[in-house]
């Protein structure tokens, strides 16, 4: 069955460093989605990309954040300048047709 | 403000029991809403999607009704095993063309052998 899948699974960075998380959608899927979910508390929505541009953002989702779709099948999320406050589980998601959302296991970010 | 709440917050049930979990959203003129399973420390898992035109949905021993005039959906799990044990959480999107949902809070879920 197919799935999203995320990388990495864990990563560790130094404040004010740069991270970018990468996603894989489902193939024929063409809503893609970044969540996020801050130990203990809810899931978050940050951004909905689609037809190669963002169509929804949080307020979240600042200058710092960026999203890309490099090629045909990855889908990243860049944060600049980490701040400790950016730590959490970070949930990839895509959308075909049909309104299903389905997301990948989630990269955790640890901001120190 | 649209927001989604979820009770309770914790369950914990004997094997076997039928039971229900809880989700309340603020403004009834929803798009669509799923309810997602989470094992800790791990993704999340698409159980069942209810659109707004709906009023159930099931999946095995899952069955999900939608009544939006009371902001109101429930998810019925007959029979509970130890395996059912996870957060469910309940998601809601007012949005017809992004479909970004608001999460609630979950409910954590233990079901005892």
């Known amino acids: 069955e197919p799935e999203v899948t995320q990388t990495p699974s864990h990563q560790v960075t130094q404040m004010g460093q740069e991270v970018i998380l990468r996603c894989v959608p489902i193939?024929?899927?063409?809503?893609f989605y970044w969540y996020r979910q801050i130990l203990g508390q809810k899931v978050e929505f940050l951004v909905s990309?689609?037809?190669?541009?963002?169509?929804?953002k949080s307020e979240i989702f600042d200058d710092q954040f960026s999203v890309e779709r490099p090629d045909g099948s990855n889908f990243t999320l860049k944060i600049r300048s980490t701040k400790l406050e950016d730590s959490a589980m970070y949930f990839c998601?895509?959308?075909?047709?049909?309104?299903?959302?389905?997301f990948g296991p989630g990269t955790r970010l640890l901001v120190l | 403000k649209q927001e989604v709440t979820q009770i309770p917050a914790a369950l914990s049930v004997p094997e076997g029991e039928n039971l229900v979990l809880n989700c309340s959203f603020t403004?009834?003129?929803?798009?669509?809403l799923q309810w997602f399973r989470q094992d800790p420390g791990k993704g999340l898992t698409s159980l069942l999607l209810?659109?707004?035109?709906?009023r159930e949905q099931t999946s095995g021993r899952l069955n999900a009704s939608l009544d939006k005039s009371s902001g109101r959906s429930t998810l019925y799990i007959a029979a509970s095993q130890p395996g059912d044990s996870a957060t469910y959480l309940c998601?809601?999107?007012?949005?017809?063309?992004?479909?970004?949902?608001?999460f609630g809070p979950g409910t954590r879920l233990s079901v005892l052998p």
């Open positions: 998601a895509s959308r075909g047709d049909r309104e299903t959302q389905y």
């Open positions: 403004d009834s003129a929803i798009y669509n």
């Open positions: 209810i659109q707004s035109s709906q």
């Open positions: 193939s024929n899927h063409l809503y």
């Open positions: 998601a809601v999107t007012w949005d017809n063309y992004g479909q970004n949902f608001v």
């Open positions: 990309f689609y037809n190669n541009e963002i169509s929804e």
